[in-house]
């Protein structure tokens, strides 16, 4: 079976910095793509930053770039996102996807995605 799990949410201060990891299993087809999506209180979800497993190709909404940074180690079939002066509106619950065949600013931008983690809560809150 193919699973995706998230680890690595918290409670931070405001400009405090956590880092989520998305560890994948099971898929043994190496073109795809992985990305965070957030989800924050009453909205919608939407791509944060995505990677391309093969390429390292990033994309990060606008919201986010300069502050997050997306990076893999596929030895340990992980992608991490390092978050740095979070902001109270990054509260919510962060999931890790896996498209496969996707580029990733197609990905981080609502386009298809196969697989779903179960999601890590982040609240940046004082």
């Known amino acids: 079976q193919s699973h995706l799990v998230e680890s690595g949410g918290g409670l931070v201060q405001p400009g405090g910095s956590l880092r989520l990891s998305c560890v994948n299993s099971?898929?043994?087809?190496?073109?795809?793509?992985i990305g965070w999506f957030h989800q924050a209180p009453g909205k919608e979800r939407e791509g944060v930053s995505c990677?391309?497993?093969?390429?390292?190709?990033?994309a990060y909404a606008d919201s986010v770039r300069g502050r997050f940074t997306v990076s893999k180690d596929n030895a340990k079939n992980t992608v991490y996102l390092q978050m740095r002066d979070l902001r109270p509106e990054d509260t919510g619950v962060y999931y890790c996807?896996?498209?496969?065949?996707?580029?990733?600013?197609?990905?981080?931008?609502?386009?298809?995605?196969?697989?779903w983690g179960q999601g890590t809560q982040v609240t940046v809150s004082s």
């Open positions: 990677i391309s497993n093969r390429t390292g190709a990033t």
């Open positions: 996807g896996l498209s496969y065949g996707i580029v990733v600013s197609d990905m981080c931008a609502g386009d298809r995605v196969d697989y």
């Open positions: 099971g898929f043994t087809y190496d073109h795809f793509a």
